[in-house]
């Protein structure tokens, strides 16, 4: 059982940055590909980044590419992710996943935290 913690949500202003945290416990380690998502109201959740075990191979969605930065630290089991530029399409709630393989259906969500960018 793995539970992931998000936070370092907020509200920014268009053009600024946030840097979002999601903390692993229970059986963690490296034993996970790690990725963010987010749901906007009144839509779908999307995949926005994710990140091998190892944390030197990440991938993200075209919306995000070159704004957004995933990065993790296994000796602190958090994974990251830094969103730079922000616009006001990416208000969402943000959520961390765990991963069994890349591509694959989450196995464990975190409860998610409310990014907001204001125009």
């Known amino acids: 059982q793995v539970q992931l913690q998000e936070s370092g949500g907020g509200l920014v202003q268009a053009g600024g940055s946030l840097r979002l945290s999601c903390a692993a416990s229970?059986?963690?380690?490296?034993?996970?590909?790690m990725g963010w998502f987010r749901r906007a109201p009144g839509k779908d959740r999307e995949f926005v980044a994710g990140?091998?075990?190892?944390?030197?191979?990440?991938y993200y969605a075209d919306s995000v590419k070159d704004r957004f930065t995933i990065s993790r630290d296994n000796a602190k089991s958090t994974t990251y992710l830094q969103m730079n530029s922000l616009k006001p399409e990416d208000t969402a709630t943000y959520y961390c996943?765990?991963?069994?393989?890349?591509?694959?259906?989450?196995?464990?969500w975190g409860q998610g935290t409310q990014v907001t960018v204001s125009s």
């Open positions: 229970g059986r963690t380690g490296s034993s996970y590909v």
């Open positions: 990140i091998n075990r190892s944390g030197d191979s990440p």
């Open positions: 996943a765990a991963l069994l393989y890349k591509g694959a259906i989450p196995t464990y």
